[in-house]
């Protein structure tokens, strides 16, 4: 559990079989960028909630009565016409 | 033209059709305007006047199609024609929107969101306005480059140029408030990120 932890953060455990010792050079490269890739993209992510929060932030705000009266005051303007 | 030989009836239910899709689109008007003016005062100025706009031109709008998108387009229309008819307007606007975008309107509003609001005002404002399109108004790709008047390529380059720019400004130096070291406007948002995708 810890050491998947470890892992994802490209730092892998120092505590491995030989087998792994073999490979683990390139595979903590891979590691550190899959993890740096991850990463980036957590942080957009983080961007894009926080840009839809900004902007639902007005959208959750009531509608001033004004825009209803300007609207209504334009469909009596023009049911009065035709 | 076609509304001319319909029967009275049909086009006021036509209209009232109209009206209550209109009305359900104020908000979305109001937030978009919002992030062009800075203003809030001068942004409602802006969607009561789109949303005229589009009710007085309702006529030559497909019912079915997408009226988000249409009316978002004559807001923003409508923004850039009041912007060329004066310069020194121009100017005011754009001094404007970097002064709300970096002001707190609303006290109870999330510290946080005043340093996206920062970081958003130094985009040029064809990103930003392809970027805030996208990534929070929920328009894909195609509806903002009609909105925009340009090609499809050119909203998706402007909305990853902008996504990177805005991380570097929020990652990097070029973001500094009350002395805060930078990259804590990054950290903060990352942590409130996760607390939000924990919630939903």
């Known amino acids: 559990m810890s050491d998947g932890e470890n892992t994802k953060r490209g730092r892998p455990s120092r505590e491995r079989h030989a087998d792994d010792m073999i490979e683990q050079k390139p595979s903590s490269e891979r590691r550190k960028s899959s993890a740096a890739l991850d990463e980036a993209r957590l942080r957009q992510q983080a961007i894009g909630v926080r840009l839809r929060q900004m902007f639902d932030q007005v959208v959750n705000e009531d509608v001033p009565e004004e825009f209803l009266e300007i609207l209504r005051r334009a469909d009596s303007r023009s049911s009065e016409k035709g | ?200």
């Not at chain 2, 009226?67 to 100017?91: C, D, G, H, P, V």
């Open chain 2, 1 to 200: 033209m076609a509304g001319a030989q319909q029967p009275a009836s049909s086009r006021e239910s036509d209209d009232e059709a109209f009206k209550r899709e209109l009305v359900q689109l104020i908000p979305h008007l109001r937030a978009f305007a919002r992030t062009l003016c800075g203003d809030p005062a001068a942004a409602d100025d802006l969607a009561q006047d789109a949303m005229m706009k589009a009710w007085d031109a309702r006529a030559s709008f497909q019912m079915g199609t997408n009226m988000k998108a249409w009316t978002f387009m004559i807001l923003r229309n409508q923004f850039y024609s009041e912007k060329r008819r004066s310069w020194r307007q121009s100017q005011l606007d754009q001094e404007a929107a970097e002064r709300t975008l970096v002001a707190v309107d609303d006290p109870e509003a999330p510290v946080a969101l005043d340093e996206l609001r920062q970081g958003l005002s130094m985009l040029p404002p064809e990103q930003r306005e392809a970027l805030i399109l996208v990534g929070a108004g929920g328009f894909a790709y195609e509806e903002a480059a009609e909105i925009c008047g340009c090609a499809v390529g050119t909203v998706k380059s402007r909305v990853s140029r902008a996504r990177r720019a805005l991380h570097a400004i929020l990652e990097g130096g070029a973001y500094d408030r009350d002395g805060e070291p930078a990259g804590e406007a990054m950290r903060s948002i990352l942590a409130d990120a996760e607390r939000l995708s924990t919630v939903r």
